[in-house]
């Protein structure tokens, strides 16, 4: 399947342009940008809407939405004069779901939430009320965790990602936010309302030029500064970006639109569009580590059934460093051998790569956790997340030897449980060595020297 | 009519799960108990009060944020169910009580004679924030008296602590002087935990009490600290040293209550009960007892 992100939105949290927006014409604005970000939508094949709200907290993890028809009454803890906001909303529950399992097979701390009366926070229920009135596409809200930093938040989107290319679906990812969010501390006027300072003015305005060329990493690069600058310190650091710009594989190169720039109550408030397409302005390098699956303070209880990531479970044979034979390719991105062979050798045309598991370098932990503990008893484990992390170390490899996953011709995997694994091991290949076509033999077998599910023997073109 | 009083201060924590723990008919989960420490002091501190005469209970809870000054509930009746947007779980609560309006809308007056930002909240559609709830159903389960609903004004996340702490120590003698004025007796809570660091993942069940701690020796340390100056009636010292706790602890203190708690009763010296300490989610949470009744004048 071929699941994509087809347009990114950052929209603004207040009320006014829903419950007043004729009362400024800055406001009223806002409410237009909305209502062309809302046609642009609908005219793209959007099938689902995804929401990153910085105004839903929360504390174990982050939670998703998965109330089919969450309905209520809104009203907003400081405008609440403004009037109340009913909602009856339309949520992807199953799409939820998969996102809450894909988060923890990447290691995060997550959870679906389904109860009647859920309080929807006012971010959330603007953006739907806005940009998808009538219920015509489903959504998904996840909330914002007040103590993840950018890993976990990139983390979050990759996860996300995961499921939108398994279920081939075409997502709309909507990042709901201020800009600079110091509000007046006062009621004022509302035909006085400004930008609360020139600073944050000023702010706001490099952060939309940098947005209206495409340039979302850079952005998501200046999160911290801009936490630092122009936020006041609601929670831990300033997420959305990270978020949106791992949504858009860190891309740089995006087609940006500010629709709208306006101030709502002295906080900069700005309707901004993204597409995929670049702008040709090229691409710029990812200076970040690129997290791949979250392996932080995150088993603080010691109550978890699911070891993830945890290094002291993975019981195994000695580890080597690789051969430097003739010929032979080694990568420091790869995990180390279990034994005196080198990680590829390359003979003529071809690379032939010595058999690659899912072991992560450097901690040498199995994502998607062990298959069994250190006294030998089975534990649960995620075959997709080890099938992933088996992909991508064949690609470090390759890399290393100057050729690419889009080079490979043969591959045989082996599978320790064929009747759990084969399916989710299946799914993942469909998603990445799938699309690029080499040949395939999936064998049972009894053991593999670690504790682990699957490994892959390739062999691909120089 | 005679002077109205504050009959006790009480520093009254409102993490959902003590409700969860209880089990009233009003929460929709149900527990197996849980926090059993906290959930006696509560009890010692509802036995302290039995035979005291009270007509209201004003209380001022962070978990009805603020940016615009500070806000107080102005409709008589409300009824609705409150849902904890990040413990749900735990607390899905059905709440029907009486608002003192009359008493609310006299200490925004007062307050805002005395220049602060204040505005009374009048839609009746609004949902009564959970650590309210909470901590008014842990003081007075028996839901027979009005309240008075305040907010958290966060002006510490605007300006600092001791911004905060001028706001909220005005804001207190605007309490204590239209409390006066209104002839009422009254019961004040401030609705907080100390250190504020949760853990990030719960237990299953989140009543397994084998797992529950304090989250660092520092919080710990600091949590004692606090108490032991409240035991000693060390309020002012209590203030001056807010700003390292606040930092330092990450405390829920952030939010104004407990500050506004001790400036109404007139920063006293007199030292405070101790009903019960203990954390929640790796929080630290103590049950105090202002007994002003008490008090010489």
Redesign the interface.
């Known amino acids: 399947m071929n699941g994509e992100v087809v347009k990114s939105l950052i929209i603004p949290a207040h009320p006014h342009p829903v419950l007043c927006p004729e009362k400024n014409e800055g406001w009223q604005r806002v409410r237009d940008a909305f209502d062309d970000a809302r046609r642009q939508i609908e005219e793209s094949d959007a099938d689902l809407i995804i929401i990153y709200s910085t105004l839903?907290?929360?504390?174990?993890?982050h939670q998703i939405q998965a109330d089919p028809n969450p309905e209520w009454?809104m009203?907003d803890?400081?405008f609440?004069?403004l009037?109340?906001i009913h909602y009856s909303l339309r949520i992807d529950s199953e799409f939820a779901k998969s996102w809450n399992e894909a988060n923890i097979a990447r290691g995060l701390?997550s959870r679906t939430?389904a109860?009647?009366?859920?309080?929807i926070?006012v971010g959330s229920v603007v953006a739907l009320k806005l940009l998808n009135p009538y219920n015509r596409i489903p959504a998904v809200i996840c909330?914002t965790?007040v103590?993840s930093n950018r890993a976990e938040t990139t983390i979050l989107a990759k996860s996300c990602m995961d499921v939108i290319k398994a279920q081939g679906r075409k997502a709309v990812a909507v990042s709901v936010m201020s800009l600079s969010n110091?509000?007046?501390?006062?009621?004022i006027k509302p035909e006085e309302d400004r930008i609360h300072s020139l600073k944050d003015d000023e702010w706001n305005r490099k952060i939309l030029e940098f947005l209206s060329e495409g340039r979302l990493e850079d952005v998501s690069q200046l999160s911290r500064t801009i936490h630092d600058q122009i936020r006041?310190?609601?929670v831990v650091a300033f997420k959305p970006m990270w978020w949106l710009s791992a949504m858009n594989a860190n891309r740089n190169d995006l087609t940006g639109s500010v629709l709208a720039y306006e101030p709502i109550?002295g906080a900069g408030a700005a309707v901004v569009v993204l597409d995929p397409e670049s702008n040709g302005t090229g691409d710029k390098e990812y200076d970040e580590d690129d997290v791949e699956y979250y392996g932080g303070?995150?088993?603080?209880?010691?109550?978890?059934s699911k070891v993830i990531n945890n290094e002291s479970n993975n019981a195994g044979p000695d580890l080597f460093d690789p051969v430097e034979g003739e010929n032979a390719v080694n990568s420091e991105k790869a995990p180390k051998p279990v034994g005196a062979y080198p990680h590829a050798r390359r003979e003529g045309d071809l690379i032939y790569l010595s058999g690659v598991g899912p072991r992560q370098p450097g901690d040498n932990s199995i994502p998607g956790g062990p298959i069994k503990d250190s006294d030998g008893n089975m534990l649960d484990y995620d075959i997709k997340a080890q099938t992933r992390a088996v992909v991508d170390n064949i690609a470090r490899i390759l890399e290393e030897a100057g050729s690419s996953l889009d080079k490979v011709i043969d591959v045989t995997s082996f599978l320790v449980d064929m009747d759990r694994d084969f399916q989710g091991y299946n799914e993942v290949w469909a998603d990445t060595l799938g699309q690029v076509g080499p040949t395939r033999t999936t064998l049972a077998i009894r053991a593999l020297p670690t504790p682990i599910a699957v490994e892959m023997k390739v062999i691909a073109r120089a | 009519m005679a002077k109205g009083e504050i009959v006790a201060g009480c520093l009254a924590p409102h993490p959902p799960h003590l409700v969860y723990a209880e089990n009233p008919q009003q929460n929709e989960p149900v527990s197996e108990g849980g926090w059993e420490q906290l959930r006696w002091g509560y009890e010692r501190l509802r036995k302290s009060l039995e035979d005291v005469d009270y007509d209201v209970i004003v209380i001022l809870s962070p978990h009805w944020q603020t940016y615009i000054g500070t806000h107080f509930v102005g409709v008589e009746k409300c009824s609705s169910k409150s849902v904890d947007p990040v413990f749900p779980n735990l607390f899905r609560f059905n709440y029907d009580l009486d608002i003192d309006v009359e008493l609310a809308q006299a200490i925004h007056d007062k307050a805002e004679e005395n220049g602060m930002a204040v505005k009374m909240m009048k839609n009746p559609d609004f949902r009564v924030d959970y650590g309210t709830l909470v901590s008014c159903h842990m003081v007075r389960p028996e839901w027979d008296k009005p309240i008075v609903s305040i907010s958290s004004n966060r002006s510490l996340s605007y300006y600092s602590v001791e911004v905060m702490q001028e706001m909220m120590l005005e804001l207190g003698r605007s309490t204590a002087k239209a409390i006066e004025e209104s002839g009422k007796k009254c019961l004040l809570i401030a609705s907080n935990s100390l250190s504020h660091r949760h853990f990030v993942t719960e237990t299953n069940p989140p009543e397994d009490m084998s797992k529950e701690h304090i989250t660092s020796h520092a919080m710990h340390l600091w949590d004692m600290r606090m108490i032991e100056l409240m035991r000693e009636g060390k309020s002012q010292q209590i203030i001056d040293e807010m700003p390292e706790f606040c930092e330092q602890a990450i405390a829920e203190t952030d939010g104004g209550a407990f500050t506004w708690l001790l400036s109404a009763m007139g920063v006293p010296n007199e030292p405070a009960i101790l009903h019960g300490y203990g954390t929640i989610i790796g929080t630290g949470n103590a049950i105090m007892e202002w007994p002003v009744r008490n008090w010489s004048a």
Do not use: C, Q
């Open positions: 839903w907290p929360s504390v174990i993890g009454v009203v803890a400081d609440h004069d009037g109340s701390e939430v109860y009647d009366g859920f309080p926070d909330s965790n103590y110091r509000m007046f501390t006062e009621e006041v310190k609601k109550h303070d995150r088993d603080v209880l010691d109550s978890s």
